[in-house]
C-alpha cells in the first residue's frame, strides 16, 4: 500500500509543482525549509524524551499555545518539538518559541522521507492539532509504537462529506490514531464514523478558548492609539480578511461616512495573508480613499494627524489583537465569502461588539456558541453588513450588551487546556491510549 500512497504522492507533487515555482518567484513562498520537508531534522537535545506536535499554520499554532506552555511546565524533562506547514505558521512559531524549541516544516508524507523524519526525532508521543492526518505518518507511528493523539480535533462541514466519500480509506489510517481529543461531541461522532474507534474518541472543547485572553487592552495599545492619533474616535476594525470581501468593507464604510454622526468613525483594514497587503493598498487607492499603512508608522515617533480619514492598513505580522483592543466594533472577515472565516474568538474575549458573515464554517462551532449566546452578530452580505455596523455604532448600549455576552460565552468554554494535557499525560506515563476512557 506504501508504494501505491507514494506514487500518487509522486504524480501530485508534479502536478503542483509549476505553482509551488510560480509562488516561489511571485509571493515569495515556499522558498525555505526543503530539507526538513524530505526529513532532515535535527533536535537540539536527542538524550531527552520528545514530543513532536504538528500544527498546520498560524491558527493551529496560536491554539497550541496554552497546551504547549503546560506541557513543558509538566514535562520539563522532555524536548518538544514543533512542526508546521505554512511559511506564515512557522514564523509565528519562531516568534513565540524563538531557538528555545525545535521548529521545523512538516515532512511529506513520502514513506522515506517519514521514516527519515522518525528516525531522527525519536518522538515518545505525536500531538496533531485539529485533523492533520497522513497515513504514511501514521503507519510508521504505529510500527515504531509511537502513540499518535489528535487535539483540539475537529472535521469541518466541508471536509466531513470529502471524507465520507472515500471512508473505506480513511478507515485505514483513522483507526490507526491511539486517541482524538475532540472539540464537540459532533465532530467527535465525525470522527467515530471515519473509522476511529468510540473507545478511542473523548470530547473536551476547543483549546482556542483558552489561549483567548479575558483583558480589554494589549500591552500595546496604547502605542498603537498614539501613533493613530484616535483620541475620541471610534474605530472599526476590519480583521483577517480575505480576497473578494475587502471591497464589500470598504464601501459599508463609505456609506457609513454618509452618515454625520458618525463622522469620525475610522477605519482598520487587516488582511489575513501578508502576500495580499499590496493588493488591499491599490484597492482601497483605487477607490478614491485615502491610505495609510501601518508598516510605515510602526517604530517612528510619527502619528497621523488628528483629523485623518485615511484608511489604516495593518499590513504588519502580529498587530491584529491590538488592532482589535482599540476597537468600538469589529468585523471578523473571510466570512462574508466562501473561505471559511477567521478565528472570532479574540475579538468576542476582547469584549468587543464582535461581527461576522455567512461563511465562517472554519470556526463552526465558535460560530454557533456565540450566536445561540447573542454573544456577536452574523451578516449575510454588504448591506447587512451596513445597517448592522450603523445600529451598533449609533447605540452604544446595544453593541455593549453583546460585547459583555461574547466575553462571558468565551470565559465560560474555557477549561480544554487542562483536560487535554491529563489524556496527554496518562498516555505518556502508561505508554498506551488504550486505557483512556471517556
Avoid at 461616512?257 to 469620525?264: F, G, H, N, S, V
Avoid at 505508554?431 to 483512556?436: E, I, K, L, M, Y
Wanted: proline share 4%; glycine share 8%; net charge positive.
Amino acid at each position: 500500500m506504501r508504494f501505491i500512497i507514494d506514487l500518487l504522492y509522486g504524480l501530485a507533487g508534479l502536478a503542483f509543482l509549476p505553482i509551488v515555482i510560480y509562488r516561489m518567484i511571485r509571493q515569495q513562498r515556499y522558498r525555505q525549509g526543503w530539507g526538513q520537508r524530505f526529513g532532515r531534522i535535527n533536535r537540539q537535545h536527542p538524550q531527552k524524551k520528545c514530543i513532536w506536535l504538528h500544527a498546520v499554520s498560524m491558527g493551529e499554532i496560536n491554539a497550541a499555545k496554552t497546551l504547549l506552555a503546560e506541557l513543558e511546565q509538566r514535562f520539563g524533562d522532555c524536548e518538544i518539538v514543533v512542526s508546521t506547514t505554512t511559511d506564515t505558521g512557522y514564523a509565528r512559531a519562531r516568534m513565540l518559541f524563538g531557538d528555545a524549541w525545535t521548529v521545523f516544516y512538516f515532512p511529506f508524507d513520502f514513506s522515506w522521507s517519514m521514516v527519515r523524519a522518525f528516525r531522527r526525532l525519536d518522538p515518545a508521543i505525536c500531538l496533531l492539532m485539529e485533523l492533520e492526518v497522513w497515513p504514511n505518518f501514521v503507519r510508521i507511528a504505529r510500527s515504531r509504537h509511537v502513540p499518535v493523539v489528535v487535539v483540539n480535533g475537529r472535521i469541518s462541514n466541508k471536509s466531513f462529506p470529502q471524507y465520507r466519500k472515500i471512508k473505506a480509506l480513511t478507515r485505514l489510517f483513522f483507526g490507526k490514531i491511539d486517541l482524538v481529543l475532540a472539540q464537540t461531541e459532533e465532530y467527535a461522532e465525525r470522527f467515530r464514523i471515519l473509522g476511529c474507534p468510540s473507545q478511542r474518541v473523548v470530547v473536551t472543547s476547543s483549546l482556542k478558548y483558552d489561549t483567548a485572553q479575558l483583558v480589554e487592552h494589549t500591552d500595546q495599545a496604547d502605542a498603537l492609539a498614539a501613533q493613530l492619533n484616535l483620541g475620541g474616535a471610534r474605530l472599526w476594525v476590519a480583521g483577517g480578511t480575505g480576497n473578494e470581501e475587502e471591497r464589500i468593507i470598504l464601501e459599508a464604510y463609505r456609506g457609513l461616512l454618509q452618515d454625520d454622526r458618525l463622522a469620525d468613525l475610522r477605519l482598520a483594514v487587516v488582511p489575513r495573508k501578508p502576500e495580499r497587503f499590496d493588493e488591499v493598498a491599490q484597492l482601497i487607492e483605487t477607490l478614491g480613499l485615502p491610505l495609510v499603512r501601518y508598516s510605515q508608522l510602526k517604530g517612528t515617533p510619527d502619528a497621523l494627524p488628528a483629523d485623518s480619514k485615511a484608511v489604516i492598513l495593518g499590513d504588519t505580522m502580529g498587530d491584529l489583537r491590538t488592532f482589535y483592543s482599540l476597537a468600538t466594533v469589529i468585523f471578523v472577515g473571510r466570512s462574508l465569502v466562501p473561505i471559511g472565516g477567521s478565528d472570532m474568538m479574540e475579538a468576542a474575549a476582547l469584549g468587543k461588539c464582535t461581527l461576522f458573515g455567512p461563511h465562517a464554517f472554519n470556526f463552526q462551532q465558535t460560530v454557533d456558541a456565540l450566536l445561540a449566546g447573542r454573544g456577536a452578530l452574523c451578516v449575510q452580505d454588504g448591506s447587512e453588513l451596513l445597517a448592522t455596523l450603523s445600529r451598533c455604532l449609533l447605540e452604544p448600549d446595544y453593541a455593549d450588551i453583546i460585547a459583555a455576552k461574547g466575553r462571558q460565552i468565551i470565559k465560560d468554554n474555557q477549561g480544554a487546556t487542562e483536560r487535554t494535557v491529563t489524556h496527554i499525560t496518562n498516555i505518556l506515563t502508561a505508554g498506551s491510549a488504550s486505557t483512556v476512557n471517556d
